[in-house]
């Protein structure tokens, strides 16, 4: 299995453009998480969905920022309009829920985001 | 919600000693304790991971114990080699779902 998948891996943009970050999750793996990682925060759960569902997105900054998951193999974190401070890596996890028990998260390489 | 404290945030070993890094969390009802290791420029990387059913597990060089009563675990590792230098998130699991709450991590280093 290749992994979980991001894309772009480096992305620069200039404040107030739109931004689209891309995740392919492990196939059969049926919960993604978002990440924002930076120096002052350190790691933190943006989102989580489950078998496509958003179950929780209280750690999403503001307004700006969405997420979607049309499928099981494909979600999609957008910023619009971005901001300087959005600048950090992000990303992306996917495990496999069961009805009992926690697994093994698996993370992506990451997409170093910069906004000038 | 669940809060995962994490020290020390810097941690220096020679090569050969070992490395202790301790954690605390809030929630008592959390029952899943994992611990990632993330190398430069890569995702974390689960390393070994703990449940609440259990006070101790080892693998190899790498060792955790948990004690649910004063809601504290440890990761133990043993004669370290430069190449477990790395950033350690120690995390807990909240019992709704499968969200998992990281600590600030600590950034390790192991002096050849």
């Known amino acids: 299995d290749a992994g979980v998948i991001q894309s772009p891996r480096h992305e620069v943009t200039e404040m107030g453009q739109e931004v689209t970050l891309r995740c392919k999750p492990i196939s059969g793996h049926n919960s993604l998480f978002w990440y924002r990682q930076t120096m002052m925060r350190g790691l933190e759960l943006l989102i989580y969905f489950n078998n496509n569902v958003p179950i929780d997105d209280s750690g999403m900054p503001e307004d700006r920022f969405s997420a979607k998951m049309p499928n099981a193999s494909f979600s999609t974190l957008k910023i619009q309009p971005s901001e300087p401070r959005d600048s950090a890596v992000y990303f992306c996890?996917?495990?496999?829920?069961?009805?009992?028990?926690?697994?093994?998260?698996?993370f992506g390489p990451g997409t170093r985001l910069t906004v000038t | 919600g669940e809060n995962v404290e994490q020290h020390p945030s810097t941690l220096s070993v020679q090569e050969g000693d070992s490395a202790v890094i301790k954690c605390t969390y809030s929630?008592?009802?959390?029952?899943?304790f994992p611990w990632y290791k993330q190398e430069l420029g890569k995702g974390p990387q689960l390393i070994i991971d703990i449940r609440s059913n259990v006070g101790e597990k080892k693998d190899q060089r790498i060792a955790v114990t948990l004690n649910k009563t004063a809601k504290h675990f440890s990761l133990h590792i043993t004669e370290t080699q430069p190449e477990d230098s790395a950033v350690y998130f120690c995390a807990a699991s909240e019992t709704s779902y499968d969200k998992v709450i990281f600590g600030p991590g600590t950034s390790l280093s192991v002096i050849p």
């Open positions: 929630d008592s009802a959390s029952n899943y």
């Open positions: 996890a996917s495990s496999f829920t069961g009805t009992t028990s926690t697994y093994e998260q698996y």
